[in-house]
């Protein structure tokens, strides 16, 4: 199992600002992803957060917007840039232990921007 | 494509009742399939895990059930209590990658 710390558990930011969400694992993992879920909705995966390289995003999510470092198996950040309304929504960081499939999530960041 | 299906949308039941929660996926090729347990404006708790070679999973009052061959899983809840309300989602992990895909939940509300 995984015990995921993720930091801050909620913002009020204004708009074209920019939030850093911080994802801390207990033990190392394999796979870290970024996720997001606006109101009422599913998560959507945001990117792959790769150790030592650059995340890989999805379709619809660029790097300027959602910077994503990882610089070693157990931490990654987030970051939200030059924020919106729209960017309102619950960030969630996953994680896939070693020798494990099994997949944890932290509590999320749950943003509102004014 | 795999896509994943959750029925109902949404279910309110008394307490005390014994209840299915379905999910269907139209790719068998899957590496395993979680439920995960979402309370509101929260992160998710993770309830079973059913690998692709199972056939169920037990933890206290519920189980999970998967049959890969019709691409469905089941989540029953004994003795359904007030505390059980959340939303319950369901994630296939395809067998070629660690991305899971999810259903669009199913919210349940069990009145005392």
């Known amino acids: 199992s995984a015990v995921i710390s993720q930091k801050p558990s909620r913002d009020i930011c204004q708009r074209g600002t920019s939030l850093t969400i911080q994802c801390q694992v207990d033990?190392?993992?394999?796979?870290m992803f970024w996720y997001r879920q606006q109101p009422g909705q599913s998560l959507t995966l945001i990117a792959t957060?790769?150790?030592?390289?650059?995340?890989?995003?999805e379709s619809g999510f660029v790097i300027d917007k959602f910077p994503i470092s990882r610089p070693n198996l157990t931490f990654s950040t987030l970051t939200v840039s030059n924020m919106s309304p729209e960017d309102s929504s619950i960030y969630l960081c996953?994680?896939?232990?070693?020798?494990?499939?099994?997949?944890?999530f932290g509590q999320g960041t749950r943003l509102t921007v004014v | 494509k795999q896509e994943v299906t959750q029925i109902p949308a949404a279910l309110s039941v008394p307490e005390g009742e014994n209840l299915v929660l379905n999910c269907s996926f139209t790719?068998?090729?899957?590496?395993?399939l979680q439920w995960f347990r979402q309370d509101p404006g929260k992160g998710l708790t993770s309830l079973l895990l059913?690998?692709?070679s199972q056939r169920e999973q037990t933890s206290g009052r519920l189980n999970a059930s998967l049959d890969k061959s019709s691409g469905r899983s089941t989540l029953y809840i004994a003795a359904s209590q007030p505390g059980d309300s959340a939303t319950y989602l369901c994630?296939?992990?395809?067998?070629?990658?660690?991305?899971?895909?999810w259903g669009a939940g199913t919210k349940l509300i069990i009145k005392p």
């Open positions: 957060a790769n150790q030592g390289s650059e995340a890989t995003y």
């Open positions: 996953s994680v896939v232990p070693v020798r494990d499939t099994e997949a944890f």
């Open positions: 033990s190392q993992v394999t796979m």
């Open positions: 994630a296939v992990r395809p067998s070629s990658n660690y991305q899971l895909i």
């Open positions: 790719d068998s090729a899957i590496y395993n």
């Open positions: 059913i690998q692709s």
